[in-house]
């Protein structure tokens, strides 16, 4: 799928930042020195100023769901006395609540505010997620993760509408995958340092402790977030002006539809929502469950099993801004997404191949798998904005999501239950690797489709 971005042309070219280039040239007529300058200040502190909070959040996000993986390889099932497949099946319970509320949460992030959103799912998560090293009745349990999952559902979607109101098209792969770098990055730093908490002071208090930032950061992101560059203190209302017009121009360029249930019938959109089910699968199926298996791969104490699953999403932070500068430098989305989730099914199935007897080829295998499957997020979500204007977009993206929350509900509760079925983690390796190469297999098939150009 080739979705290329217009180059704007017009009368006097501005100097920008290299992260803004080739986005204004049109909406400078006859600036001075000084209000270059002011304009180009102002572009370069969307990136200083609102995605370092956009990072932030989304890192706690994924804190909140990621660190279940160190607590089931702690001891969860053994402390409350349940079974395997019901530890399965209470990781994969905040899946059904993620699946929930993300079409709306995209509605309201539209219509309303996303800052004032996330902050309430930020105040929400923080508790839901403390509370899972409080309880100690199962039901309740599942409960309090299902909620944490409608919780923090509200989140991608905003964020994602968020960064369409801030960024244009040749920049959005970029800022999509500092979003999401909050996902592996998150995940390398947990890894490493929520092992040595649990030995410290168990995976119930380590629940609680790795709770509480979310609870203290919701007020820093109230405090600076804004929606729209228009409200933002900090940008110069030159800038602000300029890239409200830029942006409003792109939305021009695009085909009006009136509804979500108008922008499905677009020929590629239930495609995306199929393939990120299968890419979902196999990503959190490893997330959650990659303490365990190598754990049980390994016969490693918690703490070195920390260290030893950060190295995969190590990999993941540098693969995913070099695809995303690749991408916006190319205006090329899908060629940067089909070879990535290839490669990572191909490796996870050395990985299944492995496992049992060769413990470090196996480990080396699921190294290149976990960079590799995070690597394009940046093109994917930039997709769907150069496809449908901003009123279908977000939407569409939350039910891409949704269909996410979909395959992440399986990934994970069929992993576990395989790996609590068999002993080993070789067959959850072989579905994961199976679904990550349907997923390629599916941005294969999607339309060939180019950006209208637009004139000045």
Known sequence: MALSANQYTGQTELPVPPAAAGCYKAYVPGSDSHNAALVQTGLRRRWLCLMPLVFVTYSLAYLGRSNFG???AAGLARSLHITESRAAFLG??????????????????????????VFFALISWGIFSALTGVIRIYWLLVVDRLLLGVAESLILPSMLVLLTNWFTRAERSRANAILVLGNPVTVTWMAAVTGYLIHGVGWQMTFV???????LWAFLWILFAR???GQARWMPPSASTQLTAALAHEQASLPAYANLRAGLRVPGVMLLCWQYLFWSFGVYGLVLWIPEMIRSGSARGIEQVGILSAAPFLLAVVLELVVAALSDRAQRRGIYVWPFLMLSGIALFGSFAAAGNHFWFAYISLIVAGGAMYAPYGP??????EMLPRNVAG??????????????FAGTWLVGWLQALTGNSRAGFLSMSLALIVAGAITL???SARTPQLTA
């Open 209 to 215: 402790l790795e709770g509480i930032p979310s609870l």
């Open 380 to 385: 994917f979500f930039a997709i769907v904005p």
């Open 395 to 408: 939407e569409v993206m939350a039910l891409i999501n949704t269909f996410g929350a979909l395959g992440g």
């Open 70 to 72: 160190f607590g089931a």
């Open 227 to 229: 929606d729209r560059p």
């Open 92 to 117: 994969s319970a905040f899946f059904l609540g993620y699946f929930l509320f993300q079409v709306p949460a995209a509605t309201y992030a539209v219509r309303r505010s996303a800052t004032s959103l």
């Open 445 to 447: 098939c999607l339309p």
